[in-house]
């Protein structure tokens, strides 16, 4: 199984040194980013299996963030949110239901609950992947029933005469 990437996306840089911290033991790769445009400009390019981000972020709102890799993954690549200035369920509901969130968190959080709902999510994305083969891989199936269900005109009968 190929490593694992997961994009931090905070403006201040000890909030992503911790949330790094948070993930070091379980060898994923960890890429980084201080503002929403940094951000998705990133997961344009790294293509990560999750995203854990703060809220507010400079030059791309860290709700449109999410919004954006979800509608661009179709709802694939799972968003965290952690935030330090939304607080209360009529924030973390929005985020949920408009805009893609996968899971809300207010800071301070708790690192085993956050740790826990991501390692969650990122298995629940592997468990689909080894679930669903390629296109290659039905093709293949396909046509390997295909050449077993085809009769064979050398094991015909031989005719009466």
């Known amino acids: 199984m190929a490593e694992k990437k997961i994009l931090l996306v905070d403006y ?90 996968a899971a809300y968190f207010e800071k301070p959080f708790d690192g085993d609950s956050l740790l826990r709902t991501a390692l969650d999510l990122l298995k629940e994305k592997t468990d689909i992947g080894v679930i669903l083969p390629t296109a290659a891989e039905v093709m293949a199936y396909l046509s390997a029933r295909l050449r077993a269900e085809a009769p064979n005109p050398a094991a015909a009968p031989l005719g009466h005469g």
């Open 12 to 101: 201040d840089s000890k909030s992503r040194e911790a949330l790094a911290a948070l993930f070091a033991s379980f060898h994923f790769q960890i890429i980084t980013a201080s503002d929403g445009l940094t951000a998705y400009e990133t997961f344009k390019i790294e293509n990560p299996d999750l995203v854990i981000l703060e809220a507010i972020l400079p030059k791309l709102h860290g709700f449109d963030l999410t919004r954006r890799i979800s509608q661009d993954s179709k709802g694939r690549v799972p968003v965290i949110i952690v935030t330090g200035l939304y607080r209360g369920p009529q924030y973390k509901h929005e985020a949920l239901t408009s805009f893609g969130a």
